[in-house]
């Protein structure tokens, strides 16, 4: 079983950067899809960004152009750089992998490990 610990939230100012850090142990595997969700107060949970075991990438129009996420297989990691961060980036963050999944998957249920989040608040 896979386990997911994110780290790097915090709280910043509007216009800030972050870099948020999901470590995996456990039985891992280089083939999960991975990505990143966030949920805001009183909101569903949304994909943030995903990335395929290959490395194609996708993003939430949201933070295109804002946001990018990576893979380090060697070292069971996976990012999510974030720039221009805006108010409205305010969020849990939520790491998630796919055992099911080598291809970008951007639906919760596809998604079958959990990280336990980490909070990033932006200050206008």
């Known amino acids: 079983q896979v386990q997911l610990v994110e780290s790097g939230g915090g709280l910043v100012q509007a216009g800030d950067s972050l870099r948020l850090s999901c470590a995996a142990s456990g039985r891992t595997s280089n083939s999960y899809a991975m990505g990143w969700f966030r949920q805001a107060p009183g909101k569903g949970r949304e994909v943030v960004a995903a990335?395929?075991?290959?490395?194609?990438?996708y993003y939430a129009d949201s933070v295109k152009g804002r946001v990018t996420i990576s893979r380090d297989n060697a070292k069971n990691m996976v990012y999510l750089q974030m720039n221009s961060l805006k108010p409205e980036d305010t969020a849990v963050y939520y790491c998630?992998?796919?055992?099911?999944?080598?291809?970008?998957?951007?639906?919760?249920?596809?998604?079958?490990?959990w990280g336990q989040g980490t909070q990033v608040t932006v200050s206008s």
């Open positions: 998630a992998a796919s055992s099911r999944y080598t291809t970008v998957v951007l639906t919760t249920p596809a998604y079958d490990v």
């Open positions: 990335i395929s075991s290959r490395g194609t990438t």
